[in-house]
Structure formats: structure tokens, C-alpha cells
Nanobody
Framework: QVQLVESGGGLVQAGGSLRLSCAATGRTFGDYAMGWFRQAPGEQRESVSAISWTGRTTWYADSVKGRFTISRDNAKNTVYLQMNSLKPEDTAVYYC?????????????????WGQGTQVTGSS
């Protein structure tokens, strides 16, 4: 079992950057596929990015491709989401998710463990 805690959210002007962190408990963090999702008010939760347990394979939604970078440090039990060139439409609560499985998981239904979320607000 793994518990996830996100941090790093905040208010940033359009064009700015933030780095989200997701710290995980559990000794087998390196066996978990990880993902970042976001949910804006009144909207469904959407997948933003995902990374395999090795970190060698990543995936990005078209809306963030070229602006966001996902990475992980298995020695620190942490996954990161570097967000550059932020836009007002990136405003949402961002969640990290984990699942004990190989490969890239893009759907929320594939994840069994979730953090509490961190608010990201991009101002125009």
C-alpha cells in the first residue's frame, strides 16, 4: 500500500512555472506506475501526464505537451511535475496517483491510490 502527499501548488502568473511534488510512503515505490491528473471546477478529472515505474517511459496530454515534464526519483519516493509556460486554463486541483503495475497508465480508473490534491492557479 502507498500513501501520497502532493505539494508545490500555488498562484502563478501566466507564463510562469511551478514544480509539483508527490511524496509517497511505502518501500516499493519503484514498482508503481505514477500519474498526474487535474480537475477544474465543474469539470471532470483529466489525465495530465504519466510515468512508468522505471521512469524511462512518459506520456503527456496534448494540452500540456512541450510545457510540462514528469519525472521521478525512486530513491526519494517522489514524483515531480515541472510546469512551465502556465496558462490560466491550467488552473485546477492537481492530483497524483499510483498503481502497482508496469507500463503507462493514462486513465483514472486504472489507479488505486490518490493524493489529496494541490491547487494550481494561473492568473492572466
Amino acid at each position: 500500500q502507498v500513501q501520497l502527499v502532493e505539494s508545490g501548488g500555488g498562484l502563478v502568473q501566466a507564463g510562469g512555472s511551478l514544480r509539483l511534488s508527490c511524496a509517497a510512503t511505502g518501500r516499493t515505490f519503484g514498482d508503481y506506475a505514477m500519474g498526474w491528473f487535474r480537475q477544474a471546477p465543474g469539470e471532470q478529472r483529466e489525465s495530465v501526464s504519466a510515468i512508468s515505474w522505471t521512469g524511462r517511459t512518459t506520456w503527456y496530454a496534448d494540452s500540456v505537451k512541450g510545457r510540462f515534464t514528469i519525472s521521478r526519483d525512486n530513491a526519494k519516493n517522489t514524483v515531480y511535475l515541472q510546469m512551465n509556460s502556465l496558462k490560466p486554463e491550467d488552473t485546477a486541483v492537481y492530483y497524483c496517483a499510483a498503481q502497482l503495475r508496469a507500463g503507462i497508465l493514462k486513465s483514472a480508473q486504472e489507479y488505486g491510490y490518490w493524493g489529496q490534491g494541490t491547487q494550481v492557479t494561473g492568473s492572466s
